[in-house]
DNA sequence: CTGAAAGCGCTAACAC
DNA sequence: GTGTTAGCGCTTTCAG
C-alpha cells in the first residue's frame, strides 16, 4: 500500500495569498518580469524563495489557455520503431527541448485513417507546429492545418501538388548514383523492389533507376520493377522468392528500403545463395548495422539527422515570425560501397 | 508567398451564437449527453450539422484545465534511437490512442539532468501518468511525482529501493541461461561487457552471469567484467580492442546490449578474428537484423512490446481506478541460438 | 511598486 | 428542454 501525500493545491492564487501579494505580481516575478514592474527586492526574494521551498511548477494548461500557445510540436511518423524515422524523432526532440517545446508524438502505422485522426487530435491540443511524414496519397487533411494557420513541414514523404514544404532526401539522384554504379559493375539485369509507390520518394527512386537505366540504355522490361506497396521485411522477402523463382535471373537487386533489404537477405539465404557471387544486393538507406552483415551491404545513405534538424529549425522560426517560408529541400545522398555488389 | 487564410475563431461560444442557443446546450450535445438532459431532435440534429460544416474541433486545452485531466501520457526514455525502446514506444502509442490518451515524448539521452527537467515539465503539462526509462542512480525526482500522486511505472529499468511499479525483462535469468549456455559449450574464459551499472537490468544481468559461473565452479577474476557505462557502439568496440589486447585471451565475449554487441562485432573485424571460431559471442537483447549478421549472432531476445503493453495498461487503469496497484513484473526473455557460439 | 479584474474555452451546477 | 454563470490557473491591461 503506497500512501499517497496529498498536497493541498498550490497555483498563484494560494502563493499569493500565503504571501500577502496578488497573484499578479507572483506572476510577474515569476517570468522574470521584476524589473521592468520595478518590484521591490524583498518582494522578489521573498517569491522565489517560497516558490523554491514548495516547489511549485506553473500549470502549462493554463498557460497555453491563455496565450494560446502550448510550446508543443506534433510529431506524425508512420513507424517510430524503424530507424530512420527514431533518428529524426531524436534529433527533433532534442532541438525542440533546448527551445522548451515538448513533442507529441503520434505513430499512423501507414494508416491513412489513423494519420487523419491524428492531425485532429493535434489541432485540437492546440500544437505551435506540425512535423510530418505523411502515410500516403491523400493530403486534403493536411490542407486543413495550413488553412488552421497552423506551421507545417514535410518529412521524408510529401506531395508535390500542393505548395507545403518539405525536408527529404534527393530520392531520385540517391537511386540514379546507385543504379549506375550498379551498371557500372556490368549489371544489366537488375531488379528494383519498391514499396509504397503512392509515395513521393518511392517514385523518385524509381524514376532515378529507370532515367538511370535508360542513360546506360538498357531495356527496362516489366519484370524490372517488383514488390507490393509496403516498406517491409515481408515485402522484401517475398517479392525476392518470387524474383528467384522465375527464369529472369537478375544479377542484382534494388531494395527500396532498409527493412525490405533485410526480406532479400533473408529470401536469398533461404536459396541457398550467396551475396554477391550469385546475386548482388544494393540497398536504399544506411544503418548502423549494416556493415556487419553477411555481406557488409552497399548502400545508400541518407542523412535523416539533417532532415530532422532542418524540420525543427523551420517550424520553429516559422513559429516565432510567421513570415519566414522555407524552400524545400532535398538533402543530398552518398552511397557506401561495401561488399555485396560484384564486378561481373 | 502562401495565401494564409485565416478563420475567424469557432469556439462555443460563436456557436452557440450563431443557432440562437447557449453555450451549454451545444456542449451538452457534442459530448453526447443530448438523452440525459432530454435535449429535442432538432436542436441536436442543428448542432451536429452545423459543426460537422464548419470543422469544429475542440480545444482540449481548456477542456484540460476545466477537468484537471488532459488525456496525456508522458513518455520519458534515453533513447528512442535504440531499437529497444522504439519498439516499445510504438506500442505504447498504439495502445494509448485507442483510449484517446496522446504521448508525450522526452528523450532523456541518458542525461540525469535532462531527465529532471523533463520530467518537471510534465508535471507542468498535467499528464495524466507517466512512463519512463530512468536514466541512473538517483529516483528523488521520481519520488516527487509520485507525491503529486501522478500515476507512474517503470519500464527496463528501474530502482529496487523504492516502492514505484516496473516491467522489465528478467534480465538476471536472461544473463544466468545465457552465461550457462557458453559454459555447457566448453568456454571458461568469458568475458562480460557491462554498460550503465548504476542500473538494475545492467547489475541483475551481472549478477545472473557471476551466478552462472559460480555455480559451475569457474573462478572470476576481475578482469571477467569490463566496459565503462555506456550502452553504446562505442564501448563495445573500445572495450573489445582492450581486451584482445591482453594476454587473457577470452573463449567468449558476452555483450550486454545490442550496441555494445554491434562494436564488439567491429573490433573483432578489425582485429582480423572470425566469431565463433576466434571467438565466440553473446548479446543481450535480440533486433530484427540480427538473423542477418556475419554471423548470425546468438542472443537474449526481450520481449519489449508485451514490456510496453504492460506498462501502459497499468498506467491507463490506474488513471481510472485509483485503486489499481501493479505488482512489479519481470517479463521472461529467451535464448535465441545462432551460430555466434562454438562449441570448443 | 502593487492590486483588481477580465477573459482564454470549456463544463457542471443551478436555475426555470 | 435549455439558459446562465462560476471557475479551472494564468497573464495582462487598467488603476492607483
Redesign the interface.
Given at each position: 500500500?503506497?500512501p499517497?501525500?496529498?498536497?493541498k493545491k498550490v497555483n498563484l492564487k494560494t502563493i499569493s495569498n500565503h504571501l500577502n501579494l496578488s497573484p499578479g505580481t507572483v506572476s510577474r516575478v515569476l517570468n522574470g518580469k521584476a524589473k521592468e514592474f520595478r518590484i521591490s527586492q524583498e518582494t522578489v526574494a521573498l517569491v522565489l524563495s517560497y516558490v523554491k521551498k514548495i516547489?511549485y511548477?506553473?500549470?502549462?494548461?493554463?498557460k497555453?489557455?491563455r496565450a494560446s500557445k502550448?510550446f508543443?510540436i506534433g510529431?506524425i511518423i508512420p513507424?517510430?520503431?524503424?530507424?530512420f524515422f527514431?533518428?529524426m524523432?531524436?534529433n527533433i526532440?532534442?532541438a525542440a527541448?533546448k527551445e522548451n517545446y515538448?513533442?507529441?508524438?503520434?505513430?499512423s502505422?501507414e494508416d491513412e485513417d489513423?494519420e487523419q485522426q491524428?492531425l485532429?487530435?493535434m489541432?485540437?491540443?492546440?500544437v505551435d507546429g506540425i512535423i510530418a511524414a505523411p502515410v500516403g496519397a491523400s493530403f486534403q487533411h493536411f490542407l486543413?492545418i495550413?488553412?488552421?494557420?497552423i506551421p507545417l513541414v514535410f518529412v521524408d514523404r510529401y506531395f508535390n501538388d500542393i505548395?507545403i514544404p518539405y525536408v527529404s532526401s534527393d530520392n531520385y539522384y540517391g537511386a540514379f548514383e546507385a543504379t549506375k554504379y550498379l551498371v557500372n559493375n556490368c549489371h544489366q539485369k537488375i531488379v528494383l523492389i519498391k514499396g509504397n509507390e503512392a509515395t513521393e520518394p518511392a517514385k523518385e527512386r524509381k524514376r532515378g533507376y529507370m532515367d538511370a537505366l535508360i542513360q546506360e540504355g538498357i531495356a527496362i522490361d516489366e519484370i524490372g520493377v517488383t514488390g507490393n506497396d509496403e516498406f517491409s521485411?515481408e515485402n522484401g522477402y517475398q517479392s525476392t522468392k518470387k524474383i528467384l523463382s522465375t527464369s529472369m535471373k537478375p544479377t542484382a537487386i534494388f531494395a527500396l528500403s532498409n527493412?525490405i533489404g533485410?526480406g532479400v537477405?533473408?529470401a536469398v539465404?533461404e536459396a541457398g545463395l550467396k551475396i554477391p557471387d550469385d546475386i548482388s544486393l544494393l540497398i536504399f538507406d544506411d544503418?548502423?548495422?549494416v556493415?556487419?552483415?553477411?555481406?557488409?551491404i552497399t548502400t545508400v545513405k541518407q542523412d535523416s539527422e539533417k532532415i530532422g534538424m532542418l524540420a525543427i529549425e523551420y517550424i520553429l522560426s516559422k513559429i516565432d515570425k510567421e513570415k519566414v517560408?522555407l524552400e524545400s529541400k532535398l538533402i543530398p545522398t552518398s552511397l557506401i560501397i561495401r561488399d555485396s555488389v560484384m564486378k561481373i
Open positions: 500500500m503506497i499517497v501525500f496529498m498536497p516547489g511548477s506553473p500549470n502549462l494548461i493554463a497555453g489557455l502550448t508543443t510529431l513507424d517510430i520503431s524503424n530507424p527514431a533518428i524523432a531524436r526532440e532534442k527541448s515538448s513533442i507529441l508524438l503520434a505513430d502505422q489513423r491524428q485532429r487530435n489541432i485540437s491540443r492546440k486543413e495550413r488553412n488552421q494557420g505548395d521485411i527493412l533485410l537477405l533473408k539465404k544503418q548502423p548495422y556493415p556487419f552483415l553477411d555481406p557488409p517560408d
